[in-house]
């Protein structure tokens, strides 16, 4: 299964986000940010790749200021390789 990472500067942000996508029958996990993504101490969301276009619509009706990106992040192995999606 492929998932997605939705990234933000700030957890009430994210938190905001997460209650909104809920509210529209998204499920999104509240995770820490991978290191590969941010070096801070963050949180990000993750939900399925399949819900991609919806993440997408959210977040540029919500125009959250301190949004960093959506990202694809890929295990393969000892390996991390991370792609940015929007």
Known sequence: MKFII?????????LKFVK?????GVFIDIINTPLIISKSCGL?????????????ML??????SDF?????L???GFQERLQ???
């Open 74 to 76: 890929e295990h393969n």
């Open 44 to 56: 990000s969301g993750k939900t399925i790749f399949q819900n991609l276009n919806i993440i997408k």
């Open 59 to 64: 977040v540029h009706q919500l125009e959250i």
């Open 6 to 14: 939705i990234s933000f500067k700030s957890r009430n942000s994210l």
């Open 84 to 86: 940015r999606l929007y």
């Open 20 to 24: 909104i996508a809920r509210q529209q």
């Open 68 to 72: 960093m990106g959506i990202f694809y």
